[in-house]
């Protein structure tokens, strides 16, 4: 089945503490990005993908960090996370350019920083 | 860059009839305009899309809009029912250009039996 997976699902870690969450996609896709959504704020982009290797700031990078050293994995690294960066996050891929359209998103991340 | 507005944000609609929801966009290049629905603890899925050399697209109940020259479209949702009650979302980007993807913040809708 095609799918985006993320893991874990829900996170309660305390401040300072680094973590991880990880993404996987097998649909052999070229774009992957991550996003939070906050109340109110809908979908915030934190970093995209367009391949390995290569990665950029979103609207909201702060805080996080981003690797994409193989095509199917791209995890969210939070160093030194703070209460406000508690959030529910999604992961996205996309096709790349000239094989389709529309971001599979992931299952979600609820993320507690207390 | 771009910016997405959406309304309203909330909606409330009786069970049958229709909804509709706006969404207006300021980069003039973006050219392809996604729907997401996302149902409560679940993850954001798309439902419909429209590109720009298209003025109108249906599937079954739910149709999209597209105003280039206004920069906005539109969801409509027709006979709507119980399962239609979701948070949708509009988003803008340039065709397979993941870097500019905006999403709007959102529309709760809640169809009243």
């Known amino acids: 089945e095609a799918q985006v997976t993320q893991n874990p699902r829900y996170l309660i870690t305390v401040t300072g503490k680094k973590l991880t969450v990880t993404c996987s996609q097998n649909?052999?896709?070229?774009?992957m990005s991550w996003y939070r959504q906050d109340p109110g704020l809908g979908l915030r982009q934190i970093y995209y993908?367009?391949?390995?290797?290569?990665?950029d700031k979103g609207d909201v990078p702060e805080g996080y960090k981003v690797s994409r050293k193989e095509k199917r994995n791209f995890p969210l690294i939070l160093e030194s996370p703070s209460p406000n960066q508690t959030s529910l996050y999604f992961c996205?891929?996309?096709?790349?350019?000239?094989?389709?359209?529309?971001?599979?998103f992931g299952s979600g991340t609820r993320l507690t920083v207390v | 860059g771009e910016n997405v507005e959406q309304h309203p944000s909330t909606l409330s609609v009786q069970e049958g009839d229709s909804a509709v929801i706006k969404c207006t966009y300021s980069?003039?290049?973006?050219?392809?305009f996604p729907w997401y629905k996302q149902e409560l603890g679940k993850r954001p899925q798309l439902i419909i899309d429209?590109?720009?050399?298209?003025g109108e697209k249906k599937d079954q109940r739910i149709a999209v809009t597209l105003n280039k020259t206004a920069k906005h479209f539109s969801l409509h949702i027709t006979e709507t029912q119980p399962e239609d009650s979701a948070v949708y979302f509009c988003?803008?980007?340039?065709?397979?250009?993941?870097?500019?993807?905006?999403f709007g913040p959102g529309t709760r809708l809640s169809v009243l039996p």
């Open positions: 996205a891929s996309l096709p790349g350019r000239g094989h389709g359209y529309g971001y599979t």
């Open positions: 429209i590109r720009s050399n298209v």
């Open positions: 993908s367009m391949n390995v290797e290569v990665t």
């Open positions: 980069d003039s290049a973006s050219n392809y």
């Open positions: 988003a803008a980007s340039q065709v397979l250009d993941g870097q500019n993807f905006v």
């Open positions: 649909m052999n896709h070229e774009y």
